[in-house]
């Protein structure tokens, strides 16, 4: 059995050309765009989605802003700034359980937790700003490569990562490995919107006020999209999602990737969730995210824009087309903007696909084709 692309109807370059000309008729307006990796990934280096959209962008014209926001959470939690609003958690959150043990016994967990609460001191947590900060020199410069050095400075990672959760349990914030748990399951979608409502263990509710609300405030961007690879982003892009849509509900917001092209036939019987966002670019989507870009700068319907599941007032739609990039004719990832020095390796990593599909396509367990509508296709380097 080979590997399964057809996904409907294929777009033809003519017909979005003809499309991408009437946006321009309409309107013309080059517009402003944010795209925001999320949380939680490991930050050695970006992400290739985003400077993957930012060349197509910026080729026709429009300006973008590369927000790496998993890169500026680490940043920020392995500093001084955030380990000091942790420390002014601590009384907040031994009064919460104070409070609940009144109700009810402590579980032996929350117990455990109380315990560990009263350790978190004003001297412990100004020792351990020192070793957070000196951990992120280590990862950053060539005492990456001492062995015991690196262990030294993964080690303080859990260690701060291990304090953070205290304050946010019964949440478990875990780098390395990238296994962060809100406690609750990400693929029910009742769970993942009382997630984003949970200010207790929600700590990308922080992560917005600190870090993406300053720079859409500053930026105020027409569209943001954001890109999410693994499922455990969706806590943090739900989130982002609800409080842009409550701070600035003027910004047309996308989410893409792979994961949400994987759950492209669920979204659309997610009212509830969808109302977070206002649409969705499913599969390749330099086309198509561009296509929308000037679509809605220019107040046309997305029936038009291929790959794309969008929300109007008369429900949630699916565009009938599909489309496939043509790699020979895309320009290479633009990284400008992007802070290549704040990741966590000594050496600077930029990623390049140089294909797409498979040339093989016949192993029987690969499901590689859900996230394309094209088979194999190679790019010159
Ligand atoms: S070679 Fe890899 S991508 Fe291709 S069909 Fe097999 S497992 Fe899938």
Redesign the pocket.
């Known amino acids: 059995m080979r590997?399964e692309y057809s996904k409907g109807e294929r777009a033809s370059r003519g017909l979005i050309q003809l499309h991408r000309q009437a946006s321009e008729a309409a309107s013309g307006r080059k517009m402003k765009v944010m795209l925001v990796f999320p949380p939680d990934w490991y930050p050695s280096e970006p992400y290739l989605s985003l400077p993957s959209l930012t060349s197509v962008l910026r080729a026709a014209g429009h300006q973008v802003i590369q927000k790496d926001i998993n890169l500026e959470m680490y940043d920020w939690y392995f500093s001084e700034d955030f380990l000091k609003r942790v420390l002014r958690r601590v009384p907040q959150q031994l009064d919460r359980l104070r409070k609940l043990s009144k109700k009810r016994e402590l579980a032996e967990w929350e117990r455990d937790v109380q315990l560990a609460l009263c350790d978190l001191t004003r001297e412990y947590i100004a020792e351990l700003i020192k070793k957070a900060e000196t951990a992120k020199h280590i990862v950053r410069s060539q005492e990456f490569y001492d062995a015991d050095k690196l262990e030294w400075a993964i080690n303080v990672f859990r260690e701060v990562t291990g304090v953070i959760s205290l304050v946010y349990a019964p949440a478990r914030i875990c780098m390395p490995p990238m296994e962060t748990d809100l406690s609750y399951k990400v693929f029910v979608s009742s769970e993942l919107l009382d997630a984003v409502q949970d200010i207790q263990v929600n700590v990308y509710r922080d992560v917005f006020e600190h870090l993406l609300k300053p720079a859409i405030e500053a930026e105020r961007p027409d569209v943001i999209g954001i890109s999410i690879v693994l499922q455990q982003q969706l806590f943090s892009t739900m989130t982002f999602c609800a409080l842009i849509k409550q701070h600035f509900p003027n910004i047309h917001v996308t989410i893409g990737g792979n994961t949400v092209t994987r759950l492209r036939d669920v979204l659309p019987d997610k009212p509830e969730l969808f109302a977070l966002f206002d649409s969705a670019v499913v599969y390749e989507g330099e086309t198509a995210f561009l296509q929308l870009v000037e679509a809605v700068g220019a107040g046309r319907e997305l029936t038009s824009v291929p790959n794309v599941i969008y929300r109007d007032a008369m429900g949630i739609h699916m565009s009938p087309l599909s489309f496939a990039e043509d790699m020979a004719s895309l320009p290479p990832p633009d990284f400008d903007g992007l802070p290549l020095e704040k990741y966590f390796l000594p050496e600077r990593i930029l990623p390049y696909l140089a294909t797409r599909g498979?040339?093989?396509?016949?192993?029987e367990?690969?499901?590689?084709?859900e996230g394309y509508t094209a088979g194999y296709r190679t790019k010159k380097i």
């Open positions: 590997v498979c040339y093989w396509g016949r192993c367990f690969c499901d590689h084709g």
